[in-house]
């Protein structure tokens, strides 16, 4: 579980702010993924990488900007911050042998105040 | 889309009792059938998951059982124990690849 860490753990951050999350991997997953959770949805996928400069939209993508310029690292940015962001953000990633089996990080609790 | 429903969403249970908690899916493409734990306050982990080529799957005391005409598959837990309590997550993943999440269903197990 150690191979995949979110930072920061906690971010509070206002309306209209830009706020970036980070994932970072150690195992060179090709596969990465964004989900927030919010109580009674479960988890949603907000973006995903295949690889390296391939990204694509999940189930509630906007608001939201990826990049993925290397294998272990795959940044959400939340480019103007509203209050309906706020959630809990987990990361993960998965190999291209077992692409269904996921890791997540240990998340990261936004409040856009 | 997919669409995912978990039943039931709260479960509580004796200590010592079975729980099953079951997972409709609508996508008849879907190959792969996962159930992650999530306690609180931590991240979800894979705890079982069946393929479906396969009808069932036991691992210890957890085991998923998978009935693809029905589009439905379930976790059964037995001899609950405390450290059972948790979040429990379906996520088959459907024919764009793509994991989707149930809700989850709220275990809770009573001394």
């Known amino acids: 579980d150690a191979g995949i860490t979110q930072s920061p753990r906690y971010k509070i951050t206002e309306t209209g702010r830009q706020v970036t999350l980070m994932c970072h991997q150690t195992w060179s997953h090709s596969y990465m993924f964004w989900y927030r959770q919010d109580l009674g949805h479960g988890l949603r996928l907000i973006y995903y990488s295949a690889a390296a400069d391939i990204t694509d939209k999940g189930e509630v993508p906007d608001g939201y900007v990826v990049s993925r310029s290397k294998t272990e690292n795959f940044p959400l940015t939340l480019e103007s911050a509203t209050r309906s962001q706020t959630s809990v953000y987990f990361c993960?990633?998965?190999?291209?042998?077992?692409?269904?089996?996921?890791?997540f990080g240990a998340g990261t609790r936004l409040s856009v105040l | 889309g997919e669409n995912v429903e978990q039943h039931p969403s709260t479960l509580s249970v004796q200590e010592g009792d079975s729980a099953v908690i079951k997972c409709t899916y609508s996508d008849s493409a879907s190959n792969y059938f996962p159930w992650y734990k999530q306690e609180l306050g931590k991240r979800p982990q894979l705890i079982i998951d069946i393929r479906s080529n396969v009808g069932e799957k036991k691992d210890q005391r957890i085991a998923v059982t998978l009935n693809k005409t029905a589009k439905h598959f379930s976790l059964h837990i037995t001899e609950t124990q405390p450290e059972d309590s948790a979040v429990y997550f379906c996520a088959p993943w459907n024919r764009d690849d793509k994991i989707i999440f149930g809700k989850g269903t709220r275990l809770h197990i009573l001394p």
């Open positions: 993960a990633s998965s190999s291209t042998v077992a692409k269904n089996i996921q890791y």
